[in-house]
Structure formats: structure tokens, C-alpha cells
């Protein structure tokens, strides 16, 4: 019999661990104590060798679900004898390295207890146990203990706080729990709440409001949803009349599969990612009509599985699906209480809400499955706090600021990683308000102080100025700036823990070059240090600047103007045709004198300039909607493609234009498109080809492009955890060297 200690570091706090160890070693009838420290748990026992092999091996095999173990180490030490196997409860200490586990959906228990008339917690909205609920959107800071979340204003009752001090029941220290007497509680808020409905009739009322059509604004995990009757097509039509959002795709909340089956496509893949604990809004082939107001003419549908009780009980009772949409004003955050809602109360017409406040908001995330591979398209609920690790540790604490879209921040310290949830575009005051809180909330829960500040080389960057003015503020603080594809390409590389040199794709809408102008297409030979253009689509002029971004027709007129000069003006295309004649002639003049039309290379720019040529569409009603209306084109059975020229570094894309116009079909013509892309990325990576090859930058958000690439490159990398679009960025610019 010796003495042993065992250290466990991963996510090994909030989830159970400890009473998982006590009820182990009480099985195996091992004497000795654990408890939680700043990195992870450490475990001592008294054991005979083969006892302790044992141990290890079911610590390791019989792991609570929500555990994640990244290293397990053990040694002897000096001896101790122990009497019984005893939890040390956490002491003041600081945890602040430990990691916080995300917010995760309803258990299977939970669930049954739901709808068990004879549990005390019979359809009680909020049950929950330390194998699921909420987490990162309730925490104050570390360590993750109930008075240091927002259930601290529920006092526990009797027998609420029995199950939390038994190690051998399901609750023992599940921070969040409560019951009906004591927890948190729901109500129905109508008429500028006016009209307050309490308890269960508050669930009843609202979805009798569903039914006739209303809207409701539901309050989740992270923040709150907009919410109505998915088969009500008055009343979605109603809600894009409010939101003022007229194309752009809703998800849906399905009651479970068998609902998802009768609106979708779900391969065996895509059913286990619905029902995984962390229930993220899956990208499905849609069975749903092309003119169906959930997603007007596009044939893929966003769905997920209620991921709360409050969530189950609302579609228990309706028994139809919802759309549910993040509670925001277009790209802004989403809104957490009832304040920040207040500001679309033009387009509900009541709240189900709670008395749980939301300390940080966490939007839903969002995948899809390409090739059989899980894609992040946006990287929050369930996902968000986990960290990732690093191929090697840094030699400062680094706090990573992003881009300016889809923004996300990150610190790092040692090997560690630690992305916020998605936040959103930084384009208004509420939204930087909203980023600089986010900084603020990551930097208290991990109690961090950086060293090193990592941004984009854009200057306009709401991201950019604000790690300018943390580093003027704070001189003990080093500035890093870091082109904006670089990063790109850097964050899938430390995702796959790559190390020398790798071949990376960004193709993307626009980030600030090294040369001053706006890159997008690019092909580069990158390292952590630095990295060498080696090609990038020919630059063409964004006519009018901004405005272009939301305009495919300018991108098509400005190549239609590279390819034939003024003689484009009497072209019979639908680019032409959408403009008036003045229009015509005036951006003709912007565009030879180069008046507001700063020089691109952006891929995502291009695939516009094609939506527009082949008259698919002229301007934009939200992002990425060419890129999607593309891949409803695109027929697999035309294998055949356009030409393009790469002179030096440059790909000059006149002939491919000048192809796509002469081409009558736009089946056709977009099929080729999509091809000859792929041509054009085999051409420039044949040289490269000892090298990996690593795709990233927003454009491989498209379906059909990543599916192509993937097939002809099975060992490309795509990241996986983390979005190929700007919210993988921050990953990128926290390695940067
Ligand atoms: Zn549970
Ligand atoms: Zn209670
Ligand atoms: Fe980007």
C-alpha cells in the first residue's frame, strides 16, 4: 500500500467530477480525498499498484459527460494515511485557470423528470443537474460557485439544498439547480407587460398565442429569441415585415428528429449533431417549398432541438415547429434582458420571460457537415468557453482582438486558447459597447492581464483602434498587428497543431493588404512568423467602395468594364440592365479615373460579380445571400470549365468574364464558375503540393466550393471548431509570432 497523488487537468470543474471520483474510489474501496485547484482536480489515495491502475483506467472510461481530461499524471508520494474518501470543498483560493464549462442542453434524467407527474419538479421550467444546463451565460467570475452566478439570488430550499450536499445524488453542487420553491420562475409579459401571466399558465398562454399567430420574444440561455409558428406563413411573413429582414433564412426549432425528418434531410451525421449536448443550429437539405418564407428560394434549412426544459415544454404543447431568431437588430448583439429588448418591441407582440438574469450573452451556434466534416459556421451556446490548445506555449498573456465582422476576442496564456462566443459585426455604438464588455467579462472570469495585444493591420477597424487605445493607455502592453489572411490561414493551422510551413487558401470578402489595397483571393505560404503572396485573383476596382459590398452589380460592372472598356455599356446583360443610363455613365467615369473604387482581390467580391452577370441577383438583402443563391445553381453532372490566365503572381479573370457572358445557360454558366475556381486553386497549389494545404476565409462558408475542394483535396484542412469566416480570426492573431 502506498500513497499516490493523481493531477487531472481539462474541464474538470462544474461538471461533476469531484462526487464522480468520491463514488469511484468508494466502489473500489480506495481511502483518500480530492479537490479542486487552480489547474484542474488533484486526487490522493492510498493504493496498492495494481488498485491504482485500476483506478486510473475507469477515472479515465467512466467519465461524467460534461468532463473533458486533457492530461492525467500520477506519482507517488510521501505516505499518508487516509480513514475514508473525502471531497475537499474549494477553498478561497484563486481557480482562475481552471476552465468553465459552456452551457449545455437538458440531460436524458432531467428530461424524464420533466414529465414525471410524480417528480417534485413535474414541468418545472428550469430543472436542471450537474450534467446539463446553464454555465458560462450565469457566471460572474471564477471559481464557478453559486454566489458568484446569477442564481445567487435564489436561496435554496431544504430539499433542494439536500441533493446539493449529498455526493452521491446527481445534483451534488450543481450550481444552478432549484425547484419549483425555490428557483427561478417564468412569466408571460404582454401589452408593454402591462399583463404579467405567472407559472405555468404563463407557458399555456403563450403558446396559445403562437397558435393564433403571434410573436413572441422568448427568453433563452443566452439572450432572447424571436419566436413564432413555422407553418403560419402569415406570420412569418409578419416577422420579416417587423425585423425588417426580408430573405435572409430563420432557424427552426423542431420539437426532436422526427419533427426535423418531416422538414429536412437528416443524414445519421446531422442527427447526432442535433441531439449532441450542445444542440447548435445544423445546416440541412431543406424538404421545405422554394417559395417558403423560412428561407425564400434557397433549399437548406438552419434547424435545432429544444435545448432547455422552458424550450421543451413550449413545443411539447404545440406540437409544431418554430422559427426562432436571435432577438436582435440586424448584426447587432443579441438582446440579454428586458432593456435591451425594449428596443424591438415594434416586433413582438409579448415576452415569455425569467427571472434568471443572463450575465453573458452567448448567441445560438451554427454548423454544417461537408464531406462528412463538421464546419463551424458560427461558434457560440454549448461551444463557447472551451479552450483550445495550443501547438506550443506563448511567451506572453495575449488578448486577441479580431476583425471588425462576426467579431469574436480571445486570450491566451501558456497553451491555452479562450474564444468568446460569436458577438457580431462591429458597426454600431451598441455593438462596440457590447465587444469591450466581452474583453472585460473574459478578462475577469480568468482573472487576465495581458502583455501582448494582437489586432488587424486595417486601421478602420473598430477591433484595430481599440487595441491602439489599450496599448497607448497601458505601456507595459506590446502591440501585434497581423494581416488579416494571414490570421485567417494561422487559426486553422493551430487548430490541427501544424507546425513549419503550410499552403493556405483565404478566400474571403475583404481585409486590408500589406500593399494598401483590399485582399480576398489570395494564396499564401505561410508559418507562424510570416508569409509569402504567392498568387492572388487579379485586382479590380469596388465601385463606390462600400457600397459595392451590398451591390453585386458594381463588382460586375467594374469587371465588365476591365474586360471590355466603354464597349460594356452596350452589352445585353442583366448587370447592365439593372442600372439607369445616367448611373451607367457616371460609374464608367469612377471607374476609368478610379474616383471611390479601391482595388480587390476578393473571391467573395468575384462570386457576386457572377451572380450579377448571370441576373441572379443585383443587390444583396443580407451577406453571403449571392454565395447561397450560386449554389442553387450549381449542377454536379457539368464537369466542364472556364479558362483563366496567371501572369506572375496574378490570375487574370477577363476570359472567365468574357466566357460566363457568352454562355446562355446559367446553370451552366455557374456550374463552370464553381469549377473553374477549383481549376484555378489546383494550378497554383501543384507547385506547393509537399506543403498541407489549409482553406479558410469566409467563402468556404459555401457549401458546394468547400464540397468540390474537399473532394479533389481529401487531406486539405478546414477548421473545424472554429468558423472559417472572421470568428476564427482572434485564433489566428493569439499564435501570430
Ligand atoms: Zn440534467
Ligand atoms: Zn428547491
Ligand atoms: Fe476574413
Not at 126 to 148: A, H, M, Q
Not at 322 to 349: R, W
Not at 474 to 499: D, F, P, S
Request: glycine share 6%.
Amino acid at each position: 500500500m502506498k500513497s499516490y497523488q493523481i493531477d487531472i487537468r481539462g474541464v474538470v470543474q462544474g461538471v461533476g467530477f469531484r462526487p464522480f471520483v468520491y463514488r469511484l474510489a468508494t466502489k473500489l474501496n480506495l481511502k483518500g480525498e480530492v479537490l479542486n485547484n487552480s489547474l484542474g482536480v488533484t486526487i490522493k489515495v492510498n493504493a496498492t499498484q495494481k488498485e491504482l491502475e485500476l483506478f486510473l483506467e475507469k477515472l479515465q472510461k467512466e467519465l461524467p459527460p460534461l468532463a473533458k481530461i486533457d492530461s492525467i499524471k500520477s506519482r507517488e508520494i510521501e505516505f499518508q494515511e487516509f480513514t475514508n474518501f473525502s471531497i475537499i470543498q474549494t477553498s478561497e483560493q484563486s481557480l482562475k485557470t481552471a476552465l468553465l464549462p459552456p452551457d449545455i442542453s437538458i440531460c436524458r434524467e432531467c428530461e424524464a423528470e420533466l414529465f414525471d407527474k410524480n417528480n417534485r419538479r413535474y414541468l418545472y421550467p428550469f430543472i436542471t443537474c450537474t450534467n446539463c444546463g446553464v454555465r458560462y451565460s450565469i457566471i460572474e467570475k471564477l471559481p464557478y460557485d453559486r454566489i458568484n452566478t446569477s442564481m445567487k439570488f435564489f436561496k435554496m430550499c431544504d430539499e433542494c439544498q439536500r441533493e446539493y450536499n449529498n455526493p452521491l445524488d446527481r445534483r451534488y453542487h450543481a450550481q444552478p439547480i432549484g425547484c419549483w420553491n425555490c428557483g427561478p420562475s417564468v412569466e408571460l409579459l404582454i401589452n408593454n407587460q402591462e399583463v404579467k401571466i405567472e407559472g405555468l399558465d404563463a407557458i399555456e398562454d403563450a403558446v396559445s398565442l403562437l397558435k393564433s399567430g403571434k410573436i413572441i420574444a422568448l427568453k433563452g440561455v443566452g439572450g432572447y429569441h424571436l419566436i413564432c409558428d413555422a407553418t403560419n406563413e402569415e406570420a412569418i411573413k409578419e416577422l420579416r415585415k417587423r425585423k425588417k429582414r426580408a430573405h435572409k433564412p430563420f432557424a427552426i426549432m423542431v420539437k426532436d428528429i422526427t419533427m426535423a425528418k418531416e422538414l429536412a434531410i437528416i443524414s445519421l451525421k446531422e442527427e447526432e449533431l442535433l441531439s449532441s449536448k450542445e444542440r447548435p443550429i445544423v445546416i440541412c437539405k431543406s424538404l421545405l417549398p422554394s417559395n417558403s418564407k423560412i428561407a425564400p428560394n434557397i433549399s437548406k434549412i438552419g434547424l435545432f432541438l429544444p435545448y432547455t426544459p422552458l424550450h421543451l415544454l413550449i413545443l411539447e404543447k404545440l406540437q409544431k415547429p418554430i422559427v426562432a431568431t436571435s432577438a436582435n437588430i440586424s448584426d447587432e448583439p443579441i438582446a440579454i434582458n428586458l432593456e435591451s429588448l425594449q428596443k424591438l418591441h415594434n416586433v413582438y407582440d409579448a415576452v415569455l420571460n425569467h427571472n434568471r438574469e443572463i450575465v453573458n450573452g452567448c448567441d445560438d451556434s451554427v454548423v454544417m457537415l461537408v464531406q462528412n466534416r463538421v464546419v463551424t459556421l458560427r461558434r457560440a451556446r454549448g461551444y463557447t468557453p472551451l479552450s483550445i490548445k495550443l501547438p506550443f506555449k506563448l511567451k506572453e498573456p495575449t488578448l486577441a482582438l479580431g476583425a471588425n465582422q462576426k467579431s469574436t476576442i480571445a486570450i491566451g496564456f501558456e497553451d491555452n486558447a479562450i474564444l468568446s462566443p460569436h458577438i457580431g459585426d462591429l458597426d454600431g455604438i451598441n455593438s462596440i459597447e457590447y465587444y469591450k464588455k466581452n474583453i472585460e467579462t473574459l478578462q475577469r472570469i480568468y482573472n487576465f492581464e495581458p502583455k501582448r495585444a494582437v489586432c488587424d493591420i486595417h486601421p478602420n477597424y473598430e477591433s484595430t483602434k481599440h487595441a491602439l487605445e489599450i496599448t497607448t493607455q497601458n505601456k507595459n502592453i506590446t502591440l501585434n498587428q497581423v494581416q488579416h489572411h494571414h490570421a485567417h490561414i494561422l487559426a486553422t493551422m493551430v487548430e490541427y497543431k501544424l507546425t513549419g510551413k503550410v499552403f493556405g487558401v483565404a478566400f474571403d470578402g475583404t481585409g486590408a493588404g500589406t500593399d494598401g489595397k483590399l485582399w480576398g483571393g489570395e494564396f499564401l505560404l505561410c508559418d507562424y512568423q510570416s508569409f509569402k503572396r504567392i498568387a492572388h485573383i487579379n485586382y479590380f476596382k469596388l465601385l463606390g467602395g462600400e457600397r459595392a459590398i451590398k451591390e453585386p452589380k458594381r463588382v460586375a460592372l467594374s469587371l465588365l468594364f476591365d474586360t471590355f472598356g466603354k464597349e460594356a455599356l452596350s452589352l445585353n446583360i442583366p448587370t447592365i440592365q439593372s442600372f439607369k443610363k445616367k448611373e451607367l455613365h457616371i460609374l464608367y467615369l469612377a471607374w476609368q479615373k478610379g474616383l471611390n473604387a479601391p482595388l480587390s482581390s476578393s473571391m467573395g467580391r468575384l462570386f457576386d460579380a457572377v451572380a450579377s452577370i448571370t441576373g441572379v441577383i443585383q443587390e444583396l438583402s443580407f451577406e453571403g445571400q449571392s454565395g447561397l443563391l450560386l449554389e442553387e445553381l450549381y449542377n454536379p453532372d457539368i464537369d466542364t470549365a472556364y479558362s483563366f490566365k496567371v501572369n506572375n503572381e496574378s490570375i487574370a479573370i477577363q476570359t472567365l468574364i468574357q466566357e460566363i457572358i457568352d454562355e446562355p445557360d446559367k446553370t451552366v454558366a455557374v456550374s463552370r464558375f464553381f469549377n473553374t475556381i477549383v481549376n484555378i486553386v489546383a494550378s497554383i497549389y501543384q507547385e506547393y503540393s509537399n506543403y498541407p494545404l489549409l482553406l479558410s476565409g469566409g467563402v468556404f462558408q459555401n457549401s458546394v466550393l468547400l464540397n468540390l475542394l474537399l473532394e479533389k483535396f481529401p487531406n486539405a484542412y478546414i477548421s473545424n471548431k472554429i468558423p472559417p469566416n472572421d470568428g476564427g480570426i482572434t485564433l489566428g492573431q493569439i499564435v501570430s509570432l
